[in-house]
């Protein structure tokens, strides 16, 4: 599956996490704009946790296919 023009890579979305987590500690937000914030950046940390599961469980799967193809060597 082709990915979207519009997907950020993981990397931007972790640096677009780290800039709201400075932007939230600042004092001067108003509540609604923390409340933006703090759900961008829930969102942001959902699928960057993703991303790393999806890349644990890939590196997993190719340590057993390199384990497997030892085995059989």
């Known amino acids: 599956m082709a990915k979207k023009k519009s997907d950020k890579s993981f990397e931007e979305k972790l640096s677009r996490l780290e800039e ?15 409340i933006s914030l703090f759900e961008e950046g829930v969102k942001l940390s959902k699928e ?24 059989k060597s």
């Open 20 to 34: 709201v987590a400075n932007l939230l500690e600042q004092e001067d937000l108003g509540l609604e704009e923390s």
């Open 48 to 71: 960057c946790l993703t991303a790393l599961q999806k890349a644990e469980l890939k590196i997993t799967e190719l340590k057993k296919q390199t384990a497997d193809f030892k085995d």
